[in-house]
Structure formats: structure tokens, C-alpha cells
């Protein structure tokens, strides 16, 4: 599990989470427990959402080609050492909010190498 942690300004995900959402990158090898309350919405060509069927807790978004997990910061516990260091489609971010500490950004979907959120 990556230590930095990520912001999506992109509609989508705003409308996912009611804000940016605030992600970890887990890598390909993430287990759960508890997998028959997983459920999954397909939220593009390229990618996935997963949620608990039980509670609704957004619990990951996910590349299908790579299975490559970006899961919301707030489910792990905050062990000091997470750094707050990178956004993701700030040309669609609203006005209401900034995260001005946070200098690295990509301004647009072309700026990407692949595609995230």
C-alpha cells in the first residue's frame, strides 16, 4: 500500500462521494474479507467501483485491465506516516474548495499516462 495519497476532482467521483475522493493506491494483490458483501458498479470502459451491499461503504475503485485498487483513505487507520501529495483533474474541481498545500497536479484527462478516475 502507497503511502501518498491522491485527490479526484473528476464529476464522477464527486458525485460518487459527495466531494473529491481521497485515495490510496493498493496495488493489484487486495484481499477481502467478507467478499459475499462486495458489490460492484461499473463505472466506465476501463474501470470499476466497489461498495459493501451491507452498509454502502465505498470500498475501491478499480482498473479492470490491471486490476490496480485505489481505495478511500478514510477506511485505514491514519498511522501518521500518510502524505497528501498528489490531484488528479483539477480543471474539473469546483469553485468551493481547494487543496492549495497540495503543489503536484494533472490539469486535464490528456496529461495522464493511464486512465485513473
Not at 487486495?30 to 458498479?41: A, C, L, M, R, T
Request: aromatic share 18%.
Amino acid at each position: 500500500m502507497s503511502k501518498e495519497i491522491g485527490a479526484c476532482h473528476c464529476h464522477q467521483c464527486r458525485t460518487w462521494t459527495g466531494g473529491p475522493l481521497l485515495t490510496i493506491d493498493c496495488g493489484s494483490n487486495v484481499s477481502f474479507e467478507g467478499q459475499e458483501h462486495i458489490s460492484f458498479f461499473n463505472s466506465s470502459e476501463w474501470a470499476e467501483r466497489g461498495f459493501c451491499s451491507g452498509c454502502g461503504t465505498h470500498l475501491f475503485y478499480r482498473l479492470k485491465e490491471n486490476h490496480q485498487y485505489f481505495m478511500p483513505v478514510g477506511i485505514f487507520e491514519d498511522d501518521g506516516k500518510l502524505v497528501f501529495d498528489h490531484q488528479i483533474f483539477i480543471d474539473e474541481k469546483p469553485e468551493y474548495y481547494d487543496f492549495g498545500c497540495v503543489a503536484n497536479f494533472f490539469r486535464d484527462r490528456k496529461a495522464l499516462t493511464f486512465p485513473l478516475f
